[in-house]
């Protein structure tokens, strides 16, 4: 007999729409097998008990043994023996029904007792089993989504204990409830072959044992034909005995599994992350919006197809497109007070899809794989180990620290770089090109927070007159402004600064832009702090947004290069020239990720850098007063010509000032 198709106990606890999909067609099958059994039932009933009207009795049954050819089963495959043995059978039927009149007894013993226990006993165990799996199935639902509603600030530890040992029970009690019911739709493939064939041939015996008058016709033809039945029912019974035993083992041992199998996020602390996926799926939240303020979440199976992000319901074949990842970005978010959530943005800077896993792994590895998918990995011939070297080659060229106490300690390029917080020897890189070595020193550690949040310096202040770390008073800061020609306000997310050894060429910027992303991906450092900075005739100075302090100044005479990259045209980056302590001179580059083109703020600075030289000679100021629009208080002014991504809009001749 051909193969039986067969559904996969192995993905039963994973419970993908794949499998999903495929259990819909063995549930079609078996509702389809009951319809017909039901049918084949009736006909074998009005022949045991229409004695009057046997010779139209059977000549109903030969028509419904070869309606089993035109029954659309979803599962089909191997039953061309079958029928064709149920075309002979109809023609027996055809030949024997005059000599049918006296079987109600036997008939009531060999053909309608089997199928009645068919019927009975696998049909209606197969539709127990299945409203056993559906209730186990809404029930697992409702445990999730009451799990993902933790919350994460406020996190009650015996609450989370309780949600997750019912969402485990939950998954458990699906997971054996799917088992059986697969087991039971498996088993069923192997039972319609026996329950259509094995009444008919205790039918035909009956037929010849009965009436001797046919023996003499029938006997030498049939007694091979039946024979050979006899022995395809056996077959099948035995191939269905080694395939329940089989099924039963299997069963066992996919129950026997650690329970962290179905308790969600079960090591949070040390789980085993793999950074080199090209392609990923597995169940997310998805958040929707359904009106101002007002946001849902659903629970959907993603997962990535070649440079995009698929969704596919439950019950759905085939799943649809939700995001193209090429060159696009993503990082974590607070959002609803959920925990694992993240977000996808486009490379125009729009903000796309808002997603939550449901434990640090798949949060860790669903972010590491979009970053991999998002360079365009998948292109090459070796993915995965594009992925690795990728990855390995970050981790070499860069090393970031992420705290503001931490300075550059970088003297030679052969020292050595100290964590004085750690008290970590954070050794050189051994790899890279000579160009590279010669603008940024191999190990030059990376500084990510650079730029003290708001509330950090209202404690350091908190109680006496504020005073500015970086030596600016609030007054000087004041005044530098009322007596600066130019002042253009841009909004900013610090990225990263690092200390550089060569200023001659705006490579150097584009350098470091390169290592700081680096390390921002490999080390998953998503979060960045936004500030305003604003350029003046003087300096440039980043101010916190909310409180209006200035986090930070530079002499403008003291950057010496600044650059946009070329195709992210929103990351900025500058070099400074910076005081040491001990009188030595050091410079660091520092880059920015801005709401507007970075060759607007390329453009500010340069005009700053002008106006400095220009105001040496009064004669080149006022030619280049004449150059450029000027206010009525005599500022610069400088034109967009086109509305800001962050929604503050200047309108023509506007005053460019904060």
């Known amino acids: 007999m051909p193969a039986v198709d067969k559904l996969l106990l192995e993905e039963a606890l994973q419970d993908s729409p794949q499998t999903r999909s495929l259990l819909s067609v063995f549930e079609e099958d078996a509702g389809t097998l009951t319809e017909y059994t039901n049918q084949l039932l009736q006909a074998m009933q009005r022949v045991y008990g229409a004695q009057n009207e046997m010779c139209l009795a059977t000549q109903q049954l030969s028509k419904q043994l070869l309606a089993y050819e035109k029954q659309h089963f979803a599962l089909g495959k191997g039953d061309e023996e079958v029928i064709s043995t149920l075309h002979y059978f109809s023609k027996v039927v055809d030949e024997l029904n005059i000599l049918h009149s006296e079987l109600a007894k036997q008939l009531a013993d060999t053909m309608i007792l089997p199928i009645i226990q068919f019927r009975e006993k696998d049909l209606t165990e197969v539709s127990t089993l299945k409203d056993l799996f559906g209730l186990a199935s809404n029930e ?134 793999n950074r080199n996926l090209i392609q990923k799926a597995g169940y997310l939240n998805l958040r929707n919006k359904t ?72 949060y860790e590895e669903w972010i590491c794989a979009i970053n991999n ?41 052969s020292q050595n770089v100290k964590n004085t917080e750690n008290d970590k020897i954070i050794p050189n890189a051994s790899g890279g090109i000579q160009d ?35 030596g600016e008073s609030e007054d000087s800061s004041k005044d530098e402004e009322g007596d600066s020609l130019l002042q253009q306000m841009f909004v900013v997310r610090f990225l990263g600064s690092m200390a550089v050894q060569s200023d001659d060429t705006s490579e150097v910027i584009y350098e470091a832009m390169r290592q700081v992303l680096a390390a921002r991906a490999i080390h998953n450092i998503f979060r960045m702090t936004e500030s305003h900075l604003m350029v003046t005739s003087k300096n440039l100075r980043l ?18 290069q600044f650059a946009a990259h070329q195709d992210n045209r929103r990351l900025i980056g500058f070099v400074v020239h910076l005081s040491e302590t001990l009188g030595e001179e050091s410079m660091s580059a520092y880059v920015f990720e801005s709401n507007t083109e970075g060759e607007k703020i390329c453009y500010a600075i340069s005009l700053g850098k002008e106006i400095i030289e220009a105001q040496k000679d009064p004669e080149a100021l006022a030619q280049l007063m004449k150059s450029v629009p000027l206010t009525n208080d005599g500022k610069f002014v400088l034109l967009n010509d086109q509305a800001e991504e962050d929604g503050t809009i200047h309108e023509e001749g506007e005053e460019s000032e904060a």
Not at 204 to 223: A, L, P, V, W
């Open 140 to 273: 697992h639902d409702v445990s999730m989504a009451k799990y993902s509603r933790l919350p994460k600030r406020k996190e009650n530890e015996k609450l989370k204990a309780e949600v997750a040992k019912e969402v485990a029970n939950a998954r458990r009690k699906q997971h054996l409830s799917s088992l059986q019911y697969y087991c039971a739709l498996n088993a069923l493939q192997y039972r319609k072959r026996v329950a259509m064939m094995e009444p008919m041939l205790g039918y035909t015996r009956g037929q010849i044992n009965f009436f001797k008058k046919g023996s003499e016709m029938f006997s030498k033809r049939m007694d091979g034909f039946l024979s050979s039945v006899s022995d395809m029912v056996q077959s099948i019974q035995g191939e269905l005995d080694a395939e329940a035993e089989k099924m039963r083992v299997s069963q066992q041992d996919l129950i026997a599994v650690n329970e962290s199998v179905y308790t969600p996020d079960s090591d949070v602390t040390s789980p085993a992350i």
């Open 291 to 362: 009106g101002l303020v007002t946001t849902t979440w659903e629970r959907l199976y993603f997962f990535t197809q070649g440079g995009n992000l698929m969704c596919q319901p439950r019950g759905a074949v085939a799943g649809g497109l939700i995001q193209d990842l090429d060159n696009c970005s993503v990082m974590a978010v607070d959002c609803e007070d959920r925990r694992y959530c993240f977000q996808i943005t486009t490379p125009t800077g729009k903000v796309g899809i808002t997603l939550q896993a449901e434990s640090k792994k798949e």
């Open 373 to 413: 998918i998002s360079r365009q990995i998948y292109l090459t011939d070796n993915p995965e180990a594009a992925a690795i070297k990728l990855n390995q080659t970050a981790l070499q060229a860069v090393t970031p620290i992420t705290s503001f106490g931490k300075k550059h300690e970088v003297h030679h390029p």
């Open 436 to 470: 590279s070595t010669q603008l940024i020193a191999p190990g030059t550690p990376i500084q990510f927070d650079i730029v003290l949040p708001a509330t950090e310096f209202l404690d350091q202040n908190r109680g006496g007159r504020r005073a500015n770390p970086f």
């Open 543 to 560: 101010i916190d947004p909310q409180t209006q302090v200035t986090r930070a100044s530079f002499d403008l005479a003291a950057v010496t």
